[in-house]
Nanobody
Framework: DVQLQASGGGLVQAGGSLRLSCAAS????????IGWFRQAPGKEREGVSC????????YYADPVKGRFTISSDNEKNTVYLQMNSLKPEDTAVYYC????????????????WGQGTLVTVSS
């Protein structure tokens, strides 16, 4: 079975850091792009960052550039999202998802989705 298991969310003060993990199983990890998305209360879901585990390409949405770093451990089939300098507006449920290469970015329908992990940033 395909599984994407997101974890690492929690409550943090503004300016703090969290690292989210997305553990993947049941599909060929190196043939997929793994993306992080988030949805804040009352807002639409938005793309945050994505990575191609085959060649390491990364992409960041403007609101998180310079603060978030995405990385991939192909031996563990896990993608990480290091989030630094967190702001209250980063508060959201964060989801990881996978889309088959060569698609890259947020403009495509992702094939697999994990459950969300809640990030709350207090001011």
């Amino acid at each position: 079975d395909v599984q994407l298991q997101a974890s690492g969310g929690g409550l943090v003060q503004a300016g703090g850091s969290l690292r989210l993990s997305c553990a993947a199983s049941g599909f060929s990890f190196d043939r997929y792009v793994i993306g992080w998305f988030r949805q804040a209360p009352g807002k639409e879901r938005e793309g945050v960052s994505c990575i191609s585990s085959s060649d390491g390409r990364t992409y960041y949405a403007d609101p998180v550039k310079g603060r978030f770093t995405i990385s991939s451990d192909n031996e563990k089939n896990t993608v990480y999202l290091q989030m630094n300098s967190l702001k209250p507006e980063d508060t959201a449920v964060y989801y990881c998802a996978a889309v088959l290469l060569p698609f890259f970015g947020f403009e495509f329908t992702y094939d697999y989705w994990g459950q969300g992990t809640l990030v709350t940033v207090s001011s």
